[in-house]
Nanobody, 125 residues
């Protein structure tokens, strides 16, 4: 059974930093990627934030976070971290971690098979 668990959300102020963690267990894919999506309050869309391939060699970022967020993983491949810097109110959302069986990193949420429950990030001015 695949489990995806996020942690690290919280309430911060504009300009602060926060690090999210995602741990995936039970995955049997040979090739996969792990990505972060977010859903802002009152919206239906899950926006692609960042993703990393299983070998750590490919990373993609959404346009709104490029230059501010960094996705990484350690040598043991678990957990995957999302370092979020220079946070602003527009970053307020529930952040979800998801995994996809793939040879690349897709920004399409429908390509992802397993999702965590999400962790709330609130940025206050």
């Amino acid at each position: 059974q695949v489990q995806v668990v996020e942690s690290g959300g919280g309430l911060v102020h504009t300009g602060d930093s926060l690090r999210l963690s995602c741990t995936v267990s039970g995955l049997t894919y040979m090739y996969y990627s792990i990505s972060w999506f977010r859903q802002a309050p009152g919206t239906w869309n899950r926006e692609f934030v960042a993703g990393i391939h299983w070998n750590g060699g490919t990373k993609n970022y959404g346009d709104s976070v490029k230059g501010r967020f960094i996705i990484s993983r350690d040598n043991a491949k678990n957990p995957v971290y999302l370092q979020m810097n220079s946070l602003n109110a527009e970053d307020t959302a529930v952040y979800y971690c998801a995994t996809s069986q793939s040879t690349g990193v897709s920004s399409d949420y429908s390509r992802y098979d397993y999702w965590g429950q999400g962790t709330q990030v609130t940025v206050s001015s």
